[in-house]
C-alpha cells in the first residue's frame, strides 16, 4: 500500500465526494466531531469554490492563521482515506484549543493504523514549514487519536478546557525529528 498526502486538485473530485458522501451520512447517522474542521467548513458539492475557499491564506476571518488541508490518498486503490489540516503558527486561541495539526479518518477506514502514519506524514510537512515542535490535542476519551500522537512521538502536556468549544481536551507536544 502506498499513502500520501496530496493537496486537492480537480484530479481528485471523485475521490473527495465519496470520502465526504460518506463521512457526512454516518455523522448525521452517529453524531461526532468534525475533525479537521477544515473539509467540512464549506460545500464541496461546488468543487472549485470549495478548493478556492480551502486554500485562500489572503482573507482570513479574524482569529484565523493560515492553514494548508492535505489528503491522505491510498494510490493503490485510488481513494481518499483522511485529511489533516496544519496550522502554520499558533496564536492564543490554537494553544488552548486546537494546536497544529487536525485531522480525521473517514469512517470506514478507522481503526486499521491510518491516523498514525497520517499524523507522521503531516510532521514531516510541518518540518518544511519550519514547525520543529508540534501541538495536538484530542478528546480525552478519543483512544485512537490519543494512540495516533502518541504512536508519533507526542508527549502529554495538560488536560484543558478548549477555548472554542469547551469541551475537555488533552494537549500533546511533538518534538520534529
Not at 481528485?12 to 473539509?39: H, T
Not at 478507522?110 to 503531516?122: D, E, F, I, P, S
Request: hydrophobic share 35%; with cysteine.
Amino acid at each position: 500500500m502506498s499513502l500520501k498526502l496530496v493537496k486537492l486538485t480537480k484530479e481528485y473530485q471523485r475521490q473527495l465526494n465519496e470520502m465526504l458522501d460518506e463521512w457526512v451520512a454516518d455523522l448525521v447517522k452517529n453524531g461526532g466531531n468534525q475533525s479537521p474542521f477544515a473539509i467540512f467548513a464549506n460545500d464541496y458539492h461546488n468543487f472549485d469554490d470549495y478548493v478556492e475557499k480551502m486554500y485562500d491564506n489572503d482573507h482570513l476571518k479574524p482569529g484565523y492563521v493560515p492553514t494548508t488541508t492535505l489528503f491522505l490518498y491510498d494510490d493503490e486503490r485510488d481513494i481518499f482515506l483522511g485529511a489533516v489540516n496544519i496550522r502554520h503558527y499558533l496564536n492564543e486561541g490554537l494553544l488552548y484549543g486546537g494546536g497544529h495539526i487536525g485531522d480525521g479518518i473517514r469512517p470506514s477506514e478507522r481503526r486499521k493504523g491510518y491516523a498514525t502514519k497520517m499524523v507522521g506524514l503531516a510532521l514531516q510537512e510541518c518540518k518544511k514549514m519550519g514547525i520543529n515542535r508540534a501541538l495536538m490535542s484530542c478528546d480525552p476519551d478519543n483512544i485512537g487519536s490519543k494512540k495516533s500522537i502518541i504512536n508519533n512521538g507526542g508527549v502529554f502536556e495538560d488536560e484543558i478546557i478548549s477555548k472554542y468549544g469547551g469541551e475537555r481536551l488533552e494537549r500533546y507536544w511533538i518534538d520534529i525529528k
